[in-house]
């Protein structure tokens, strides 16, 4: 995933998996004296739970010595998702529309590519681990776009020059294992989810797959595994993906308009 003198980003959520995730990726970068680490949070604007986490990341960056960096959907798109939500309410689309997870996804995205870019990075390290990785693989064929699993992968394709090739060196650790790794040294971070987490069909399956896991211990592992020896496949019968400039914010699209853009515009808040 990396190079001996990579200039490497870590998103910092505050909770355990990036937390955990930049000490040990400090750790290593010690034996690798031309590489170099920086950090970067997105606070999405969530009252009561991203100004806690908020600190967490701060901490342990200044307790690391890690450059930090703080950008927020405020300070992108305007607006918090806080108030995505409420106008999402008011226009009658609770329930029936997008949930505030995918508002957020996107323009998380959107934002840590914005900041990784900023800071001049060869790669945006993201913290998600087996779980993550295995819900969004069920995610994927229950929303009908099995072939998006040819794209969503380990080390992401590097597509355009106004993409940071993003990595994800923990999607082969299960959740307990790097929450074991926390507690053993004694970092700390947020343990509440995020209030907004429930509302999400990713919650349902990590339900599911938590019993199937109790059940046949190892299935995470064997789903993960599966996905990656049919990668190839998926990856040959997929169609190339095409990309342009937004015309609305010039950033990297399939289509005319990008998605960020086309949640905003929806809302009336752009």
Do not use: W
């Amino acid at each position: 995933m990396f190079k001996p003198n990579d200039k490497i980003m870590i998103a910092v959520s505050g909770g355990k998996d990036s937390i955990a995730l930049l000490h040990i990726l400090l750790k290593i970068e010690k034996a690798f004296p031309k590489a170099s680490l920086c950090a970067v949070t997105v606070d999405e604007g969530i009252i009561g739970y991203r100004d806690e986490a908020l600190k967490f990341a701060i901490d342990n960056c200044k307790k690391l010595g890690i450059n930090h960096a703080v950008t927020s959907f405020k300070e992108l798109y305007s607006y918090s998702l806080d108030k995505i939500v409420k106008v999402t309410s008011e226009k009658g689309e609770s329930g029936r529309g997008l949930t505030p997870c995918a508002y957020c996804g996107v323009l998380r995205r959107r934002a840590l590519n914005l900041a990784a870019r900023k800071g001049g990075v060869d790669k945006l390290a993201t913290a998600h681990n087996l779980d993550d990785e295995t819900q969004t693989i069920l995610l994927n064929i229950l929303h009908g776009d099995a072939l998006r699993m040819a794209r969503v992968k380990p080390v992401l394709a590097d597509v355009h020059p106004k993409f940071v090739q993003r990595v994800k060196p923990l999607c082969e650790v299960p959740e307990k294992e790097v929450a074991l790794y926390a507690y053993l040294k004694r970092i700390e971070f947020q343990g509440i989810p995020c209030p907004y987490a429930s509302t999400a069909l990713r919650n349902d399956i990590r339900v599911m797959l938590n019993r199937m896991e109790e059940k046949h211990a190892g299935v995470k592992f064997t789903l993960i595994k599966s996905i990656e020896r049919i990668r190839p496949t998926l990856e040959a019968v997929a169609e190339e993906v095409k990309l342009q400039e937004c015309r609305n914010c010039g950033e990297p699209t399939v289509g005319k308009i990008c998605k960020p853009c086309q949640m905003l515009r929806k809302l009336d808040i752009r």
